[in-house]
């Protein structure tokens, strides 16, 4: 009888798994491996700490002592190499542990791009609580810093050492932010709010090197032989997942870890879920990566379902985000994308692969000053959504995608730009909603 489980990695998917073990089987040995002192804490509420908006106190959803209390043991450590024969892994400090299920939820860490300079004193990152400890701290000192970077992340650190009183360059390789999600219109607004709070924006600009001073970031030189001086850089541009243990023992991957519905890697006694999985999605054939808190915690959870025994598919909702760029409250769902992003090197932090497929579909848009709403109109249904400002529509649209609602009554209202397209979608949620209540 499976009676050994060990996670590796404490984040959202690792949690979730070792909840739902402890669901199925109450008798079970239950390790959770992990290398961060602080365990288990909101990733995405980084940002707002960053900005001042919540003290780290309220960063933790479980405490230590909750799973303690479910008799799940936490061992503090780096896994190391994992033997899959002998199922055993080996953790850096020498400890060795035995499993008979095995989960690998090691996250993503910080892409760096190829930039001589990065090594430096002053030069950050957000990929963890340390991380913005670390930010919190050289802000002090700092007076100026750039930004360098595409993403939901790169803005985040953006903001945070706005509200520092930082003077903020921003740097990007083209002419707007985040083409591969936003519509030019809806980075405009993002660019807008970002120079009202004072941040400069240099448009087409590659930094080429981080120059230093004793050790430490003094500058950052671009291709055109500018130099703007600084006492930070930061780097937000993209991830790449923790593929390491994987690689070492040869299980199946490409730009993550390969498992199959259940989660279920080329090895059958090993798991993966989270930012380091590639899952497979039966509906479209494909694999995808996606790096958001409510996939991971999913993933994690069903994983733990079927290494407890069970044999339950991960099914693939729309993926969506409600996030705050500049300021504003924006929510994305489904698939919306433009394509390219060179300030992107692959998937970022609070990102899904599926949001910049380029879908078959037709935009239904509205714009008013601040709040603006883009929706990807399909042939009998809504296939992705962007949501901008005002939130009325952004449940609604995520119920709509997510449930495939059939919309042929009113596809030709929403492509008619006379049409009030709020109040055709409203109309309709309102009456899907009884519809699908009564079902
Ligand atoms: C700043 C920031 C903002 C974000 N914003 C959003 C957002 O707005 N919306 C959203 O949906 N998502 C957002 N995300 C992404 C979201 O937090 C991640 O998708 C989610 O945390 C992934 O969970 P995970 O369990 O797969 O990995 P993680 O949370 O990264 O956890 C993995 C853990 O494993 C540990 N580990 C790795 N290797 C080893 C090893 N060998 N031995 C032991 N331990 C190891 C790591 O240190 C880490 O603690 C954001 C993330 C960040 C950092």
Same mark, same amino acid.
């Given at each position: ?17 070792? !909840?739902?073990?402890? !669901? ?19 990733? %995405? ?60 939820? *090691? ?10 300079? @990065?090594?430096?004193? #002053? ?12 930010? /919190?701290?050289?802000?002090?000192? *700092? ?6 970077? +595409?993403?939901? @992340? ?5 903001? #945070? ?30 660019? @807008? ?11 087409? @600009? $590659?930094?080429?090197? /981080? ?7 003094? +500058?950052?030189?671009? !291709?055109?032989?500018?130099?703007? %001086? ?8 993209? /991830? ?6 994987? =690689? ?23 798991? =993966?879920?989270?930012?380091?999985? $590639?899952?497979?999605? %039966? ?10 808190? +409510? ?7 069903? =994983? ?35 394509? $390219? ?5 692959? /998937?970022?932090? #609070?990102?899904?692969? *599926?949001?910049?497929?380029? %879908? ?6 509205? +714009? ?68 699908? =209540?009564?079902?």
């Amino acid at each position: 009888m499976t009676q050994r489980f060990v996670i590796i990695g404490t984040g959202v998917a690792g949690i979730a798994a070792a !909840q739902a073990i402890r !669901q199925q089987l109450p008798q079970a040995s239950i390790t959770l491996i992990g290398d961060e002192p602080d365990l288990y804490y909101s990733r %995405p509420g980084l940002a707002y700490y960053l900005t001042k908006e919540l003290p780290e106190s309220s960063l933790f959803p479980i405490r230590r002592s909750a799973l303690q209390k479910l008799n799940i043991g936490i061992v503090h450590g780096r896994a190391a190499q994992i033997d899959p024969d002998a199922h055993r892994i080996q953790l850096a400090n020498g400890q060795n542990l035995p499993y008979d299920r095995l989960l690998i939820a *090691t996250g993503a860490s910080a892409a760096l791009p190829k930039l001589p300079g @990065t090594e430096l004193e #002053g030069v950050v990152k957000l990929d963890n609580l340390a991380d913005t400890r670390h930010i /919190i701290k050289l802000a002090r000192k *700092t007076r100026t810093a750039v930004v360098i970077g +595409g993403g939901i @992340t790169a803005l985040e650190i953006v903001e #945070g050492l706005a509200a520092r009183k930082i003077a903020v360059h921003y740097l990007l390789r083209r002419d707007r932010y985040w083409s591969s999600v936003l519509e030019d219109e809806e980075s405009r607004v993002i660019e @807008t709010r970002l120079r009202e709070e004072g941040v400069q924006i240099h448009y087409h @600009t $590659q930094a080429t090197q /981080i120059t230093e001073k004793r050790g430490r970031v003094a +500058g950052v030189l671009m !291709q055109d032989g500018r130099q703007i %001086p600084c006492q930070m850089v930061a780097i937000a541009v993209g /991830i790449r997942p923790r593929l390491e243990l994987a =690689a070492a023992i040869g299980l199946r991957m490409e730009r993550g870890i390969l498992v199959n519905e259940f989660l279920q890697t080329s090895q059958p006694d090993i798991y =993966a879920a989270g930012d380091v999985a $590639q899952v497979f999605d %039966p509906l479209t054939g494909y694999y995808n990566m996606d790096s958001l808190w +409510g996939p991971a915690r999913q993933q994690g959870y069903i =994983a733990g379902l079927n290494m407890a025994g069970g044999q339950s598919p991960y099914q693939k909702l729309a993926p969506f985000n409600v996030t705050r760029l500049a300021g504003l409250t924006t929510t994305i769902i489904g698939a919306v994308g433009n394509g $390219q992003d060179d300030d992107l090197v692959g /998937i970022a932090r #609070g990102d899904s692969e *599926t949001w910049r497929q380029l %879908p078959a579909a037709i935009a239904a848009q509205k +714009g008013f000053d601040i709040n603006r709403m883009r929706v990807m109109v399909g042939s009998q249904f809504l296939i992705g959504a962007i949501v901008m400002g005002d939130q009325t529509l952004s449940l609604p649209l995520q119920h709509l995608i997510a449930e495939k609602a059939d919309i042929t009554a009113i596809r030709d209202d929403l492509l008619n730009p006379q049409a009030n397209l709020s109040e055709t979608l409203l109309d309709f949620w309102t009456s899907w909603r009884n519809d699908y =209540a009564t079902q």
